[in-house]
């Protein structure tokens, strides 16, 4: 779960004005938080887990679930930063600082809903994203996970075309010529397509789960994972 690596160059290419992509990001924030209302209409009584929150103290609305959700005082942010620049920003807020692909510090389903935006693709192998889903059902009695999309013509993180259709080794190999270093390695890029996300998951909680996609101008940019409390 690198911090870096969340923020996606999509949203910080100097390529349009700040103003411009500030708007964009809202926009799409907003769309991607209606897509987790309507798969878990919010409920007062719920307590909420975050994994991988982050943002700035440019203005509160950075971190955009603490922002939208109607309950903000249930949830529960964590994440690998230092816990101050969240701490300012919401000073009454719960914040826990987590380690790389450990185990996650809470008690079993000790969280009735978990929300993961854009980590998976971060935390590493295949193996390393199981044991990420894995621990994110062990602590939640259901879970709204994203990710980018592989199957999408823009690799958002470096917002290059269809280079990340190539199998991995070559991708990673131009992606490292091409200046993206850091997220040619495997260990901060690892992006998933539809039917590996859901291979990620054991039998069991598949047979809970549903799957949905975020549209960036027309197409299916953002893979959306469900999975429901057992006897839902």
Not at 25 to 50: G, I, M, S, V
Not at 83 to 101: A, I, K, S, T
Not at 173 to 184: M, V
Not at 185 to 214: T, V
């Amino acid at each position: 779960m690198d911090e870096t690596a969340h923020r996606s160059v999509h949203y910080r290419t100097k390529a349009l004005p700040r103003w411009m992509l500030r708007r964009v990001l809202r926009n799409e924030q907003t769309k991607l938080y209606r897509h987790f209302a309507d798969a878990f209409p919010p409920r007062p009584a719920w307590r909420l887990l975050e994994v991988g929150t982050n943002g700035s103290l440019e203005e509160a609305r950075d971190y955009f679930l603490h922002s939208l959700y109607p309950h903000p005082g249930q949830i529960t942010a964590s994440g690998l930063e230092e816990p101050e620049v969240f701490e300012r920003v919401f000073p009454q807020g719960r914040y826990v600082q987590l380690q790389r692909n450990a185990p996650l510090p809470f008690d079993d389903q000790s969280f009735d809903l978990v929300f993961s935006n854009a980590v998976i693709e971060h935390v590493g192998t295949r193996e390393d994203q199981r044991a990420f889903l894995a621990e994110i059902l062990r602590v939640g009695k259901r879970a709204f996970v994203t990710t980018p999309n592989r199957r999408h013509p823009i690799e958002f993180h470096t917002v290059t075309p269809f280079l990340h259709y190539l199998p991995p080794p070559m991708y990673r190999r131009i992606y490292a010529a091409a200046g993206f270093e850091f997220f040619s390695k495997e260990e901060n890029l690892n992006l998933l397509d539809a039917g590996q996300l859901l291979d990620l998951l054991a039998p069991e909680a598949r047979a809970r789960a549903d799957l949905g996609f975020h549209r960036f101008m027309g197409m299916r940019s953002n893979l959306l994972l469900s999975v429901r409390a057992r006897g839902e």
